[in-house]
């Protein structure tokens, strides 16, 4: 093959597409209801999701959705807000505030469509009585810091909020509730996605004190205070109010992996699929695909080269350096790294978002000479991983992947090439 990279880059943007909500939000739309429309959301897609459903609904509607800085898109009739992610700001708590207000009073004969995306969490910043924005930022950066999977911290986040967890449906009651949902999340777990803002939640407060206690999270008295609280509790399964919701995944990891692997078979390349819902600390989620790729190379198994590795999930950063990178390009310093320069392997990794953590880029490239081009820019690679500072070493190589914001996000998208 003449052009890995270029393979490697028409792959995942197999995956982006794959993902589209221009693609896939007109066919899973419920009928019109008797009485008004009313569309709210949240999320890296919210925007473009709202603007699908303008272009496809046949009768009136309005409403509000919240997505993150940048990733907005043209609507006419449903408001798009921009505000903070992966930290709430101001705006997220706005938009939240008035997306509940929008809901209520409501009756059975409404409808309130909900366009949810990953992100969600941190844009629907509405803190629970008794909290604030500024203690809902203090553990969300310490969460984000600690190394906790996305569902540790979505435990915690429901039990901090006003609106996630199921508390946006029971404002919405007696009105039918139809979520649509882009998954982000291992599992494709409704109640996980943007933390659940239309989905009963069988996590419980005394979970959320937990997992701040295992990862040693120091929480303001108050916050505290109220996860000890009955009136922390979010709406369980079985309550009567989810008799009306209807939550639908649109689109998931899975099925961006298999656009890829279509995409793949096209060029003459046997796609492997290893998994939609890969987690783990992102170094070494890099060591056991470096062994994999290795296995291929040398003993044919699991596939024959030409193949190419393709995985999804979404692995975590402990934060123990000063440096810079999201989840992808730090695993992929980890894969270089193990792969130690081995000849014909090759990887990309991105999240189909666009922004790899709170990152310009989607992600990087890796190749067999990427050790000794950075080495020639006087870039140690295990220092930098240790520093956690993978960006800067793809960046001053020109091996980041910019892509700009996509207006979807299906999480990360890995794909190593052996040949």
Request: glycine share 10%; aromatic share 4%.
């Amino acid at each position: 093959m003449n052009e890995p990279r270029a393979f490697l880059a028409n792959l995942f943007q197999a995956a982006i597409d794959a993902a589209s909500p221009g693609k896939r939000v007109a066919q899973f739309l419920p009928a019109r209801p008797k009485g008004r429309t009313i569309v709210v959301g949240a999320g890296k897609a919210a925007a473009a999701m709202a603007a699908a459903v303008e272009a496809a609904w046949d009768g009136p509607l309005g409403g509000l959705v919240v997505t993150r800085y940048g990733h907005g898109a043209p609507t006419k009739f449903i408001e798009v807000v921009e505000a903070s992610h992966p930290l709430p700001d101001a705006a997220g708590e706005g938009a939240a505030l008035r997306i509940l207000d929008r809901v209520r009073g409501l009756s059975a004969d409404d409808l309130v469509l909900c366009l949810i995306s990953g992100g969600g969490s941190a844009l629907l910043a509405a803190p629970a009585p008794g909290l604030t924005i500024d203690d809902k930022r203090s553990i969300n950066r310490a969460l984000l810091r600690c190394g906790a999977s996305i569902s540790e911290m979505n435990c915690v986040r429901k039990h901090l909020s006003a609106i996630k967890g199921g508390h946006l449906a029971l404002a919405a009651s007696p009105a039918q509730v139809v979520s649509l949902i882009i998954s982000d999340v291992p599992g494709d777990d409704h109640a996980v996605v943007a933390s659940g803002p239309t989905v009963a939640d069988a996590s419980s407060s005394a979970e959320a004190l937990a997992i701040l206690r295992r990862y040693a999270i120091e929480a303001p008295a108050n916050v505290v205070a109220h996860l000890r609280s009955p009136q922390s509790e979010t709406p369980k399964p079985g309550h009567s109010r989810f008799q009306s919701v209807e939550n639908i995944i649109i689109s998931a990891p899975q099925r961006s992996l298999e656009a890829a692997a279509v995409r793949a078979r096209a060029a003459g390349v046997t796609p492997v699929l290893l998994g939609d819902a890969i987690e783990g600390e992102a170094r070494e989620v890099a060591k056991v695909m470096a062994g994999i790729a290795r296995s291929a190379k040398l003993h044919g198994e699991p596939a024959r080269a030409p193949c190419v590795l393709l995985s999804g999930g979404e692995a975590t950063v402990t934060m123990a350096g000063q440096g810079r990178g999201g989840r992808n390009a730090e695993f992929l310093l980890g894969l270089a790294v193990a792969l130690d320069s081995a000849p014909g392997i090759y990887a990309i990794a991105g999240d189909t978002d666009g922004i790899d953590g709170s990152e310009d880029n989607a992600g990087a490239h890796v190749a067999p000479d990427t050790l000794a081009r950075a080495a020639a820019f006087g870039f140690d690679a295990k220092d930098r991983l240790a520093d956690n500072d993978a960006y800067t070493l793809f960046a001053g190589i020109g091996d980041l992947v910019v892509t700009g914001p996509t207006r979807t996000n299906v999480n990360d998208f890995r794909a190593i090439l052996v040949l």
